[in-house]
């Protein structure tokens, strides 16, 4: 249990630790998208489903997943020694919505990953960022079964304010998990920046 | 286990309640019972970094502290580490970490380096660092 590598060096009093959630309907891809981008395994708690839990998390569309995340999973990355990004997936399952706002505080924002087959899934979480203003973007994961759409219809049927980026993405690809990521920290820059001259004018 | 038709997703839920519930009470036995950690006020998020105080003298005599708050300092030993990751590192639920964390820092032994506040995010040119350090990867 005793972790991994450690090339930072401890006890940096000048550490900043920044936070980005990862949300979206039950098996959408979080935890792989977590994974693919942290330099550390995954650290999460799950709990399998059993027979009495299979009736409530609908998997239909969903292929083989067979489990699901009900605490909270999350990964690093170590931009430079004292700056790290941590990454959470939120839970995605509406009974640990409890979660999500201890999650959400001081988050730097959030990727919203929907799966075009089940739509509505992500419809809580834009929701949830939408009226607490936290910046997000929305992943659509390019499931290879699924349709494919562009990311302007994606909007369209979000409903979501303009400027709200979407990406098409492979959650389980190292190199499209951190374009996403990128894409939402430069779009938290603008939005912050804006929000800034709201301020003083 | 296709009987459902989309957009239904009022779920009873309840069922599965006592199964998490029961891990989550046991727990709180390491920290005598409470649930408030540290000093009033005090609130440790995820990713509040956690490293020993080097400053503090090394007295590992002080039969006050648990093993559970031994094994916290050894895993800050080797690294600052966030409250998430120590929770995940002594496989304690994140309230009992906080808790235990609340301890050392009142005996002095760790540092607790808070995350940014809400209302300010990093500055441009950190931003454009995590950005620089993501394409690096």
């Known amino acids: 249990m005793v972790s991994e590598n450690s090339d930072a060096t401890g006890g940096d009093q000048t550490a900043l630790a920044l936070k980005i959630l990862v949300a979206g309907g039950f098996g959408v891809g979080k935890t792989t998208l977590v994974g693919a981008v942290s330099e550390i395994r995954p650290l999460r708690t799950e709990e399998l489903l059993s027979e009495a839990g299979r009736p409530v998390d609908d998997t239909d569309g969903v292929g083989q997943k067979i489990t699901t995340t009900v605490a909270m999973d999350f990964g690093r990355i170590t931009i430079r020694s004292g700056l790290s990004l941590y990454l959470f997936g939120t839970p995605g399952q509406d009974r640990f919505w409890f979660l999500w706002d201890e999650l959400s505080t001081g988050a730097l924002g959030a990727v919203v990953l929907a799966d075009t087959r089940r739509l509505e899934d992500c419809f809580p979480a834009v929701d949830y960022f939408e009226h607490r203003r936290i910046p997000f973007v929305v992943a659509v994961n390019c499931f290879p079964d699924a349709r494919t759409y562009g990311a302007p219809d994606v909007s369209h049927a979000l409903d979501l304010d303009p400027g709200t980026p979407v990406v098409l993405c492979d959650a389980r690809d190292r190199d499209s998990g951190k374009e996403v990521l990128i894409r939402l920290v430069e779009y938290a820059g603008r939005v912050h920046t804006a929000r800034l001259l709201e301020s003083v004018s | ?137």
Request: with cysteine; charged share 25%; aromatic share 2%.
């Open chain 2, 1 to 137: 286990m296709t009987e459902d038709a989309p957009g239904t997703p009022s779920r009873p839920g309840s069922q599965w309640y006592d199964l998490e519930a029961g891990p989550l009470v046991r727990p709180y036995a390491v920290t005598g019972g409470r649930t408030q950690a540290g000093p009033p006020g005090t609130r440790f998020d995820l990713i509040a970094l956690v490293a020993l105080d080097r400053t503090a003298p090394e007295t590992d005599e002080d039969d006050s502290l648990g093993p559970e708050h031994l094994t916290l300092v050894e895993l800050c030993r080797a690294e600052t580490l966030s409250v998430a990751e120590l929770a995940a590192g002594t496989g304690l639920p994140v309230g009992v970490v906080r808790v235990l964390l609340g301890d050392l820092l009142e005996r002095g032994r760790v540092i607790v380096r808070r995350p940014v506040p809400p209302a300010h995010l990093p500055d441009e040119r950190i931003l454009r660092e995590v950005i620089e350090g993501l394409r690096a990867l």
